[in-house]
């Protein structure tokens, strides 16, 4: 089935410093991907929608200009946290949408997440 | 505002006992729903989905129930095994496109051996 793989995995910095994940889809080419926040027990929430060749869109209440979201690629997306802090830890998750139709499990398909600690 | 909303924070079964885990939605919109299963650390995972045209779909061991009348979905694992245990998380897309898909709280199932 279709893959999406996101690294780092996880990730420990400073408090103030920027650090950058990425989401690449392995076998299919995405044009649009989507990026999540989740907190421990809590409901993934959506962030943006990142979309190949053009900017993203942003949900309500979520800083553009902190989390950056780049889509230069079919394949790759990535989601920088801009100057992180401790409350900006949290389990960020990509998705990306097949089109081919091909999958009998949906069109979505979710990497395995990355976990960001801001110290 | 509308929401998913789940009824069972956490869910105890014995292995091999059947599991339902609810999900009630309040979006009269919404046409399409999905289950995910989510391991601890790890992102989530497909396990059946079922548009508004149908009420009911089967997959293996999994049987998902939607009654739109009640704005209900449940999820139905047969003969749990201790690998199921899991958050699961009901979905509602509104649309093409999955932008606007929403999650709702989840519910921890925990299976005992």
């Known amino acids: 089935g279709a893959v999406v793989s996101q690294h780092p995995s996880w990730v420990i910095c400073k408090s103030g410093t920027s650090v950058k994940i990425e989401c690449r889809s392995l076998?299919?080419?995405?044009?649009?991907m989507f990026w999540y926040r989740q907190f421990p027990k809590q409901s993934l929430m959506l962030m943006a929608t990142?979309?190949?060749?053009?900017?993203?869109?942003?949900e309500q209440g979520v800083e553009k200009d902190k989390f950056l979201i780049n889509h230069a690629s079919l394949t790759l997306s990535t989601l920088t946290v801009t100057s992180a802090h401790p409350e900006d830890s949290s389990f960020y998750i990509c998705s990306a949408r097949d089109p081919s139709g091909r999958s009998n499990t949906g069109e979505l398909f979710f990497g395995e997440g990355s976990r960001l600690t801001v110290l | 505002g509308e929401s998913v909303g789940l009824h069972l924070p956490t869910l105890s079964v014995q292995e091999g006992d059947n599991s339902i885990i609810n999900c009630a939605y309040s979006?009269?919109?919404?046409?399409?729903f999905i289950w995910y299963k989510q391991e601890s650390g790890k992102g989530p995972q497909f396990i059946i989905d079922?548009?508004?045209?149908?009420d009911k779909r089967q997959g293996q061991r999994v049987t998902v129930l939607l009654n739109k009348t009640v704005k209900h979905l449940s999820l139905q694992i047969a003969a749990t095994q201790p690998g199921d245990s899991a958050v699961y998380f009901c979905?509602?897309?509104?649309?093409?496109?999955?932008?606007?898909?929403?999650f709702g709280k989840g519910t921890m199932l925990l299976v005992s051996p």
């Open positions: 979006n009269s919109a919404s046409d399409y």
């Open positions: 990142s979309n190949e060749g053009s900017k993203a869109t942003y």
């Open positions: 079922i548009r508004s045209n149908m």
């Open positions: 979905a509602e897309n509104r649309g093409s496109g999955y932008s606007t898909l929403t």
């Open positions: 076998d299919f080419q995405a044009t649009t």
